[in-house]
């Protein structure tokens, strides 16, 4: 996941023979995938949605030219893309490459482009933050706590010349992190005009100008409100989830909800692949007092893995309600607002996901519940 690929004319030549030619177009991307590789459904419909609200976030158009997203084959990804071996993808100007779809980290770095090139902290940070949330389920499951952040210093990662020195270094979720929180604190169009101000090799004495000039406030003081106040909100909840709570709304009466669905790759709201065997299908809905709320996850006849997660929407917001197919049935506290439902599965022929929300107004939470 990186920011930018600089290639020789020669290198550059070269792997332009040996890509594929467009075989899918949206309204702001067009899709060049190796033979084999197929979108589900739904997954050009939510890149396109996902351009759409970013550019608006960034109070700007989108691109008057589609981004062109080679979608290329894992074993030979590298060779063919010119991507840093170490990085999941890489991104320049309008042309992203990955070994996946969809991968909106790539496409947060094809808009950002236009706006700044600044450290890869930044840089990266400001996709982290952006991402939209993880394919895998597991990532959200209570029962393994909330992921925290690595014990990095925000110094040793600043002024990383390259993405692939961050993403060595384990920076990546702390870059996202402190960009989430640079943006509650002071507005996206405060942290965008920093973003501008900086250069990719800008040092730490002209990036604490910067965030006085933009921010109105040091960097010094940035970092230790970060680290004060900060430090506990994970990816999931702080990324921004553009797409994943602005989907379509389940409606229920507060006590309980029945939603049943057929659930396969060729639906037209299910997204996919990602990195080959997974789909997901986003809804949302509300919450409106709080209190215990329990979740029951049906699977589909032929026994595939199936997971259902609600998630709060409000930044920084940790509550989540989580469960599986067959598992028994899970309750969690959940604080009014709107949620993220996402329905996870793996592909193969259509089959179906259901689930049943209902309210426990007595219900405690026990002492050691995460």
């Known amino acids: 996941m990186i920011r930018t690929l600089r290639l020789l004319p020669a290198l550059a030549l070269a792997l332009a023979c040996d890509l594929p030619d467009v075989t899918v177009v949206g309204t702001h991307l067009e899709i ?50 010119g991507c840093p071996e170490e990085s999941g993808g890489c991104a320049h100007d309008l042309t992203t490459y990955a070994p996946r779809a969809p991968m909106n980290h790539e496409l947060v770095h094809n ?14 940070g400001l ?19 909330s992921p925290a952040l690595p014990p990095l210093a925000i110094d040793d990662l ?19 992190a402190f960009t989430a929180f640079l943006i509650r604190t002071h507005g996206l169009d405060a942290h965008l005009r920093l973003y501008a101000r900086l250069r990719q090799t800008t ?66 709201d299910v997204i996919g692949p990602f990195g080959g065997t997974t789909i997901l299908a986003l809804r949302t809905l509300e919450i409106a007092e709080a209190g215990g709320h329990a979740l029951t996850v049906i699977g589909g006849p032929d026994g595939r893995p199936t997971q259902v997660a609600l998630l709060r929407c409000d930044p920084c917001a940790t509550d989540r309600l989580v469960n599986f197919a067959g598992a028994p049935t899970t309750t969690a506290w959940l604080e009014p607002g709107r949620y993220a439902v996402l329905f996870h599965g793996k592909t193969g022929p ?21």
């Open 158 to 176: 600043l002024t990383l010349p390259t993405g692939v020195r961050l993403g060595t270094a384990g920076g990546y979720p702390i870059a996202g």
């Open 203 to 268: 040092q730490r004495g002209a990036i604490d100008r910067a965030f006085r000039d933009a921010l109105g406030v040091s960097l010094d003081r940035s970092i230790a409100d970060f680290e004060a106040t900060a430090r506990d909100c994970p990816h999931y909840a702080h990324d921004a989830r553009l797409v994943e709570c602005a989907a379509p709304e389940l409606a229920w009466d507060g006590a309980d909800l029945v939603h049943h669905r057929p659930f396969g790759c060729d639906q037209d």
């Open 127 to 145: 996709a982290v933050a952006f991402e939209g949330l993880p394919d895998d389920l597991g990532q959200l499951d209570p029962r393994d706590g």
């Open 32 to 81: 060049a995938a190796d033979p084999g590789l197929e979108l589900c459904g739904g997954t050009l419909a939510h890149m396109d949605a996902f351009v759409e609200r970013l550019s608006a976030a960034f109070s700007r158009p989108p691109p008057d030219e589609r981004i062109r997203y080679y979608w290329l084959e894992a074993r030979d990804f590298f060779a063919r893309s």
């Open 111 to 124: 808009l950002s482009a236009a706006i700044g090139d600044p450290p890869p902290f930044f840089a990266e």
């Open 350 to 370: 259509r089959s179906a996901v259901g689930m049943r929300l209902t309210r426990v107004p007595d219900w405690t939470p026990p002492d050691d519940a995460p």
